[in-house]
Nanobody, 115 residues
Framework: QVQLVESGGGLVQPGGSLRLSCVASGSIFSITTRAWYRQAPGNQRELVAVITSGGLTNYAESVQGRFTISRDNAKNTVYLQMNNLKPEDTAVYYC?????????WGQGTQVTVSS
């Protein structure tokens, strides 16, 4: 089992920045990928960014150039730095990891971009 706890969400004005964190605990060895997803009201959950165990990253087109995913293995933490936030980025953001073919999810953290 893997437990994930996200933090860092909140209310921010358009153009602002936030950094989300996700701390993993439990059976964290052999995690292959770490990712951030988001889900806005009425929408399906969508992939925002992913980082592999080898450090390769990939982003949704809508956040390319504004968001950065990174990890700190010593702290078992994955981050999502979000810059130049837009109202359409408003959603609940979920941390996700894959280990032994099983997906694990955090509880989600709300990000609201509004003036």
């Amino acid at each position: 089992q893997v437990q994930l706890v996200e933090s860092g969400g909140g209310l921010v004005q358009p153009g602002g920045s936030l950094r989300l964190s996700c701390v993993a605990s439990g059976s964290i060895f052999s995690i292959t990928t770490r990712a951030w997803y988001r889900q806005a009201p009425g929408n399906q959950r969508e992939l925002v960014a992913v980082i592999t165990s080898g450090g390769l990253t990939n982003y949704a087109e809508s956040v390319q150039g504004r968001f950065t995913i990174s990890r700190d293995n010593a702290k078992n933490t994955v981050y999502l730095q979000m810059n130049n936030l837009k109202p359409e980025d408003t959603a609940v953001y979920y941390c996700n990891v894959v280990r032994a073919g099983i997906r694990y999810w955090g509880q989600g953290t709300q990000v609201t971009v509004s003036s």
